[in-house]
């Protein structure tokens, strides 16, 4: 299993994933009954396809199982081989699960969905409540030579932060805050798996801030310091401008 994962991710990134994976789930069953987000399958109304591998070992069928029971409408693909998998496999399985799924997407997507849909207000307006204006500021700042442009979008219970010197969307993290853990949890849903500053920044900024972060970070690596800087400019506005975050 290791070998294979290594091969696709790289050892340093495996190895560090996999430790994080292992924290978070040793965490979860210490809770009761070792919910991690039952409470929101019912929500989700979108076509789904859940894919299981007959022959993972960290995730047994029942998983995939109790997911089609409880989100409505969802249909399963279960992989005869499954597990871990050289990249031509996977890249197989991706393609089948292309082929087969239509516009049905994986179930991240639409918890993901669900979580936007929230910072946004949806579930307010549907029950008739007032929604909260979305506000948008905006800064920038020359940093080791470069010019940074920031953009900031205020959701309800969250912001999304774009920070970029060009007009792209190379990369999106998520954080959310978890009441399991004193750290946020943070996944890259955009971008290049082995670059974790976006998760990073969005997963300190969701420690400092107790909200939902969106952070799509799209400046080239010119020095290790960047990164460092761009996030002791974004904190001096949060000083300056609280209520724009």
């Known amino acids: 299993m290791r070998r294979p994962m290594e091969e696709m991710y790289g050892a340093q990134y495996f190895r560090e994933t996999w430790e994080r994976w292992v924290d978070g789930i040793s965490r979860f069953a210490q809770n009761p009954q070792g919910n991690i987000c039952r409470e929101v399958l019912p929500l989700i109304s979108c076509p789904t396809l859940i894919v299981h591998g007959a022959k993972d070992p960290m995730v047994p069928s029942f998983h995939a ?25 996977q890249a197989s399985l991706q393609c089948r699960v292309a082929a087969e799924s239509g516009r049905a997407t994986s179930v991240f997507t639409f918890v993901l969905r669900f979580r936007i849909d929230r910072c946004f207000g949806m579930e307010t307006a549907l029950n008739g409540g007032s929604v909260e204006p979305i506000t948008v500021h905006d800064f920038s700042e020359k940093i080791l030579e470069q010019l940074v442009h920031f953009h900031v979008m205020k959701l309800s219970g ?19 805050s978890s009441k399991h853990d004193s750290m946020p949890l943070s996944t890259l849903v955009l971008g290049d798996p082995s670059d974790t500053t976006p998760s990073s920044l969005a997963q300190r900024l969701t420690k400092k801030t107790q909200k939902q972060v969106f952070v799509s970070y799209n400046l080239p690596v010119t020095s290790s310091n960047l990164a460092l800087l761009v996030e002791d400019r974004i904190k001096k506005e949060m000083e300056l401008h609280p209520d724009k975050f």
């Open 158 to 176: 969250g912001f999304f932060l774009w920070i970029g010197s060009e007009p792209v969307l190379s990369s999106l993290a998520l954080a959310v």
């Open 65 to 89: 199982e109790y997911l089609q029971q409880n989100i409505r409408g969802s249909s399963a693909l279960h992989d005869s081989v499954g597990g871990a998998r050289p990249p031509d496999r």
